[in-house]
């Protein structure tokens, strides 16, 4: 098994409907994948988040075991 995180795109407040979701080795890793995917999927900026998006987002990414 290896550690690694994962963030589910319907565990935002307001993407319910999302059904991507990001698994990746790093914590790091992860937010990047987050932001593609909220660039390509939602037609956001990432660089417009801000610190209170981003410490909400924060909380939303779990450790996991695969
Ligand atoms: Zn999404």
Known sequence: MTH???????????????????????????WKLMGHHARIAHGENPEDWDQETRDYLDTLIKEVDV
């Open 4 to 30: 690694a995180y994962s963030y589910a795109c319907r565990d935002c407040e307001g993407m319910e409907a999302c059904p991507a979701s990001v698994i990746a080795e790093t914590r790091d890793e992860v």
